[in-house]
Nanobody, 123 residues
Framework: QVQLVECGGGLVQAGASLRLSCVGS????????MGWFRQAPGKERYFVGA????????YYADSVKGRFTISRDNAKNTMYLQMDSLKPEDTAVYYC????????????????WGQGTQVTVSS
């Protein structure tokens, strides 16, 4: 079992930056590929990005490519999502997730989820 806790969300203006963190506990954090997903009110949960267990490979949704950066520090059991040039359409609850497979974009591939952190971007 892996427990995940996200933090770092908040209310910012368009163009600002935020950094989300996802802290893991339980089984060895470094064994898991990790992903970020987001869900806006009334919408499905969508893929944002993912990172391989060693952090060598990263993948991003087209909507965030070039603005968001995923990284991880396995020694600290933590994954990060650096979000720059935020837009109102980035407003959502952001979730981190973990799986023993590769860093995929499919939410059903992930076995463990955090509780989410709210990001609100005003125009």
């Amino acid at each position: 079992q892996v427990q995940l806790v996200e933090c770092g969300g908040g209310l910012v203006q368009a163009g600002a930056s935020l950094r989300l963190s996802c802290v893991g506990s339980g089984r060895v954090f470094g064994n898991y590929a990790m992903g970020w997903f987001r869900q806006a009110p009334g919408k499905e949960r969508y893929f944002v990005g993912a990172i391989s267990w060693r952090g060598v490979r990263t993948y991003y949704a087209d909507s965030v490519k070039g603005r968001f950066t995923i990284s991880r520090d396995n020694a600290k059991n933590t994954m990060y999502l650096q979000m720059d040039s935020l837009k109102p359409e980035d407003t959502a609850v952001y979730y981190c997730a973990a799986q023993l497979g590769g860093p995929t974009a499919e939410k059903d591939d992930y076995d463990y989820w955090g509780q989410g952190t709210q990001v609100t971007v005003s125009s």
